[in-house]
C-alpha cells in the first residue's frame, strides 16, 4: 500500500514537500484555504482540497486521521499553525511535522506536542553560512547544540596520506564516517585508508573538535 501524506499550507515550502512526496511515489492530499493555490496543484498531487485546517469539522470530514503522517506549512499565520497542530493531535494524528515561522513559534509547538519541528529559512540560513566562512565546508547538518556533520574538501595538507597518519579520532574527537569520492562512496574507512586530493570527507563530531580540525588541517 501507498503511504499517505497530507500537506497542509500550499506556500512555496508545502508546495515542495508535495512535488517531493509525489516524485516518490506517495498519495498527498494537499490542503490550503486559497482556492488559486490548490488549483495551482489539483493536477499534481492525489487530491486537492480548499478547506480552513483550522475548521475541525472539515479536517475530520478530509478523514485526516487516516493520514500516515500530517505536514503543517502554514506561514505566516502563526495562529492558524498552532491552532491546526493542536487539532490535529486531538484527532489522533500519528505522526506531524510543522514548520515553524520564529524560535517563539518553535517554543509553542514544543510545548504542545508536535513531534517534528522544521525551521527551513534558519537551518538553511545556518548551513549557508558555515559554507560562507570555510571554502571547503560543502555541507552542515546540526544534530544537536553541540554536535554536528560536515561535509568537508580534504585540503592539500591531507591528501596523500593516511587516516591513521592524519591520526584525526586520537588527535581531534571526530570521526570520518565515509569518503565521497567521485561517484564512489567509500562508508567507514578504516586507518589505513589514504586520502586523496578532492575527496569529500562526511565527518561527525562535537563542534568544537570539529572547529579544531577544520583550523589545524586547512
Ligand atoms: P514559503 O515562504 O515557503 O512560500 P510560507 O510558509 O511562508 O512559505 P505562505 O505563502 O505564507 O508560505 O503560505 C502558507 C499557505 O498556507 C498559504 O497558501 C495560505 O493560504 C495557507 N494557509 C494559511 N492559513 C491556513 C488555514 N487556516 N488553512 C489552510 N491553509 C492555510
Ligand atoms: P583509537 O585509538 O582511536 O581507538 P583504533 O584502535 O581504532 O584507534 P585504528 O583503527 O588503527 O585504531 O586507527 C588508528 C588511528 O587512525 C585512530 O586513533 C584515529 O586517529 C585514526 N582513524 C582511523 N579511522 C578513522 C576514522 N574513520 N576517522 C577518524 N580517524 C580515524
Ligand atoms: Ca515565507
Not at 516518490?24 to 486537492?48: C, F, P, S, W
Not at 596523500?160 to 565515509?178: E, H, I, P, Q, S
Amino acid at each position: 500500500m501507498k503511504r499517505q501524506f497530507a500537506v497542509i499550507g500550499l506556500g512555496r515550502f508545502g508546495g515542495s514537500v508535495c512535488c517531493a512526496l509525489i516524485e516518490q511515489g506517495m498519495e498527498v492530499l494537499a490542503i490550503d484555504q486559497d482556492e488559486a493555490r490548490v488549483n495551482k496543484y489539483r493536477d499534481l498531487v492525489t487530491h486537492a482540497v480548499v478547506a480552513d485546517a483550522t475548521d475541525e469539522q472539515a479536517l475530520k470530514h478530509l478523514g485526516i486521521r487516516n493520514f500516515e503522517h500530517v505536514i503543517i506549512a502554514i506561514g505566516d499565520n502563526i495562529q492558524a499553525s498552532i491552532l491546526t497542530t493542536l487539532i490535529l493531535d486531538e484527532l489522533g494524528v500519528e505522526h506531524i511535522t510543522v514548520k515553524a515561522q520564529n524560535d517563539y513559534h518553535e517554543k509553542v509547538l514544543t510545548k504542545i506536542g508536535a513531534e517534528r519541528i522544521v525551521h527551513p529559512e534558519r537551518d538553511m540560513g545556518v548551513r549557508l553560512a558555515h559554507h560562507l566562512l570555510s571554502k571547503n565546508v560543502l555541507d552542515y547538518l546540526e544534530l544537536s547544540d553541540k554536535h554536528s556533520i560536515i561535509e568537508i574538501i580534504a585540503s592539500t595538507k591531507m591528501s596523500g596520506k593516511t587516516l591513521m597518519k592524519l591520526d584525526v579520532r586520537a588527535k581531534f574527537g571526530c570521526n570520518v564516517m565515509a569518503i565521497k569520492r567521485g561517484r564512489e562512496i567509500i562508508v567507514s574507512p578504516q586507518a589505513t585508508q589514504l586520502i586523496k586530493e578532492e575527496d569529500i570527507l562526511i565527518v561527525i563530531g562535537a563542534d568544537e573538535d570539529i572547529k579544531r580540525f577544520e583550523h589545524e588541517m586547512f
